[in-house]
């Protein structure tokens, strides 16, 4: 990769309402919750804010969190710049967490690279996010027996409901 298309990938990343975040927006859009985006009254402007629930969903990008993956591995130049940044991200990550833990909010974090399986993310996000999710869609648990809708199993849900 050459050092423009590097730093085209950079700007990528960097910026909100990016590819992995908007996959995990229409997820979970698609299993019928709710949430509010980077909420700026909270550290690290949180990608989605459940805040009846008091909790908090980031969509980390392997490279520029770096992460422990393929994606996050560095690259071969600019080494001298691209380490103590990606170091200084990772800080401000943990301190993020910190902050929210101390102000009883707790935070999913989700990695790009975990979005290769949306099924398990969805999982992740019934489990850790939304409790107790038959509570709040009894017919679709009713139907389908379990919570680990997927965007296509969410939309025959709400079709379902739709005509009930
Ligand atoms: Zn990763």
Redesign the pocket.
């Known amino acids: 990769m050459s050092r423009i298309e590097r730093s085209q990938q950079m700007a990528l990343v960097r910026s909100k309402n990016t590819k992995p975040e908007m996959l995990v927006r229409r997820l979970v859009h698609g299993m019928g919750y709710r949430y509010r985006l980077h909420q700026a009254d909270l550290p690290g402007r949180p990608d989605l804010v459940f805040r009846s629930q008091r909790k908090v969903v980031f969509i980390?990008g392997?490279f520029w969190h770096g992460?422990?993956?393929?994606?996050?591995r560095m690259p071969k130049s600019r080494l001298e710049y691209w380490k103590p940044k990606i170091k200084g991200n990772k800080e401000r990550d943990a301190r993020t967490l910190r902050r929210l833990r101390s102000m009883r909010w707790r935070a999913l974090v989700l990695?790009?690279?975990?979005l290769k399986d949306l099924d398990a993310v969805s999982r992740l996000i019934s489990d850790k996010i939304c409790g107790q999710p038959e509570l709040r869609r009894p017919r679709c648990y009713a139907q389908h027996g379990h919570c680990r809708l997927t965007s296509t199993l969410a939309q025959r849900c709400q079709t379902w409901q739709s005509k009930s």
Do not use: T, V, Y
């Open positions: 980390h392997c992460h422990k993956c393929k994606l996050g990695w790009e690279c975990q």
